[in-house]
């Protein structure tokens, strides 16, 4: 799963609200990488893998371009 976070606050409640979510549901994260100041969070899920990016970084590594060449891309924006 691919995210923008928008501004700093936005990265620290979505980290925060799905660490939560998760563990409520029984199946904490696995394991998170990176920080909120580097615009990019990985936090493993176990099945699902969650990328979290600052716009510029999403921009940067592009990994819808990447992987939609082998696997389709469903978009979701708000």
Do not use: N
């Not at 980290?15 to 563990?23: A, Y």
């Not at 696995?30 to 920080?35: A, L, P, T, Y």
């Not at 990985?42 to 969650?50: A, E, K, P, Q, S």
């Not at 891309?73 to 708000?78: A, D, E, L, Y």
């Amino acid at each position: 799963m691919l995210a923008t976070a928008h501004s700093p606050l936005q990265f620290s409640a979505i980290v925060e609200r799905l660490g939560l979510e998760l563990k409520r549901a029984g199946a904490p994260p696995r394991r998170q990488e990176g920080r909120r100041e580097s615009g990019w969070v990985l936090i493993d899920c176990g099945d699902v893998i969650v990328h979290l990016f600052s716009p510029e970084q999403r921009d940067r590594y592009r990994l819808e371009e990447l992987w939609g060449r082998s696997a389709p891309v469903v978009r979701f924006s708000g």
